[in-house]
């Protein structure tokens, strides 16, 4: 589990490494770190500890921290948090509160998400996605000023 754990987290690091330069426009560069924490709880009060080792149930803390560097603010800057395979968003734990989601990584909605379904008797209903179905949160910053940083914030729960 450690060593799959550890390639999930090198692959959310790297997406969200790629993803940061390509969505805010300055004179300069914004760079992004992530990191990863166990949440556990002890005698009833939450604690983050690192996420070296991680089993099927225990609740990933994301902390994506965009940094701009550059001596200009960054414009439109969207900050992009994946939830890789092997683990699911953990439901109200975004913040800020106001974020979009996708589960494609091209489509993105308010929270929270909803889809059309046809029931067994032919009717179109719209329901709300599980939040555990999400690949992708993302939140509308706008502008970075320069020397400035933002931080996002999610959980996830490990699945596999």
Known sequence: MLASFK???VAACAV???SAPAIA???GAVRVALTAQRVTTANGHEALVP???ARPGDVIEYRATYTNDGTSTARQLVATL???AGLEYVGGTAAPTVVE???DGRTFAPVPLKRRERTSDGRVVVRE???SEYRWLRWPVGTLGAKRS???VARARVTT
Do not use: G, N
Request: glycine share 0%; charged share 15%.
């Open 82 to 84: 994946p939830i890789p």
């Open 7 to 9: 390639r999930v987290l």
């Open 51 to 53: 996420a070296e080792k």
């Open 101 to 103: 989601a996708s589960l």
């Open 150 to 152: 933002y931080s996002v």
């Open 129 to 131: 996605v599980p939040a």
């Open 25 to 27: 426009l300055a004179d």
């Open 16 to 18: 969200a490494a790629v």
